[in-house]
């Protein structure tokens, strides 16, 4: 769907979310936690929310919501961000997308 291409060509890092959805909620603050400035679109507060979310189910998307986009590209919705985490990709892939630009690792013990 044209529109969706839109949204996720505007910024390195797109989430179209629901202002009611905790598991949109969880991936913000997961973007946020790595200081990236995510662009957020909320679907139920948009008055086109609706037809972009038929536009993302009738992409395959689905649940709808999170919709993560990183350097134009759909990534996926929670369960494929949280696994690149687990995998130590998620921060490279911002990086490189520009959507953070310092990253600090420092070691747990």
């Avoid at 949109?24 to 979310?53: C, F, R, W």
């Avoid at 993302?56 to 919709?67: C, D, R, T, Y």
Wanted: proline content about 5%.
């Amino acid at each position: 769907m044209e529109v969706v291409r839109q949204l996720a060509n505007e910024k390195p890092l797109v989430i179209l979310s629901k202002s009611s959805c905790c598991v949109s909620h969880s991936m913000k603050q997961l973007m946020s936690s790595y200081g990236a400035n995510a662009t957020v679109y909320e679907l139920d507060e948009m008055p086109n929310g609706k037809e972009i979310e038929k536009g993302l189910l009738s992409m395959g998307i689905k649940p709808s919501v999170p919709a993560i986009f990183i350097a134009q590209k759909f990534v996926g919705g929670s369960n494929e961000i949280l696994s690149l985490q687990i995998q130590g990709k998620l921060v490279p892939m911002l990086i490189e997308a520009g959507a953070i630009w310092i990253w600090n690792k420092t070691s747990t013990k």
